[in-house]
C-alpha cells in the first residue's frame, strides 16, 4: 500500500481544513488507518484512527469535537476534517495504514502500522 497526505495549507486560528490520503493498493479497504502529526522539536503524536469499515473512530483528546475521520474504501481514500484550528496544531500530518487490533493502545502507537505516506505541512495563525 502506498499512502499520499494532500490538503494541508495556511490558515488561520479558528478556520478549517480538510486532508485527504489517497491509497493505492487492493487490500487497502482491510486496513485501520491512523493520522499522526508531527510539530517542529516534538515527538510524532498520534491524532485519530478509523476502522477499516468506517464504524469505529477514535482521536487525541486535544482534537475531540474538532477533527473528524471518515474514509471512503470505493476511493481508496481517508479523510480528515480539521474544524475550529489551533495554533497548536500546526504539524506536519502523515497518514498510516496496518493490520492491527483496534485497541488504545495499538492504534495510538506509530510502530504498530506498516504503511506510512508522506505528510502535508499544515500551518495555523493566531
Known amino acids: 500500500v502506498q499512502l499520499q497526505a494532500s490538503g494541508g495549507g495556511l490558515v488561520q486560528a479558528g478556520g478549517s481544513l480538510r486532508l485527504s490520503c489517497a491509497a493505492s493498493?487492493?487490500?487497502?479497504?482491510?486496513?485501520?488507518l491512523g493520522w499522526f502529526r508531527q510539530a517542529p522539536g516534538k515527538e510524532r503524536e498520534f491524532v485519530g484512527s478509523v476502522t477499516w469499515s468506517g464504524g469505529s473512530t477514535y482521536y487525541l483528546d486535544s482534537v475531540k469535537g474538532r477533527f473528524t475521520i471518515s474514509r471512503d474504501n470505493a476511493k481508496n481514500t481517508v479523510y480528515l476534517q480539521m474544524n475550529s484550528l489551533k495554533p497548536e496544531d500546526t504539524a506536519i500530518y502523515c497518514c498510516a495504514a496496518g493490520s492491527l487490533l483496534w485497541s488504545g493502545v495499538m492504534i495510538t502507537t506509530g510502530s504498530h502500522y506498516n504503511y506510512w505516506g508522506q505528510g502535508t505541512q499544515v500551518t495555523v495563525s493566531s
Open positions: 493498493g487492493r487490500t487497502f479497504s482491510s486496513y485501520t
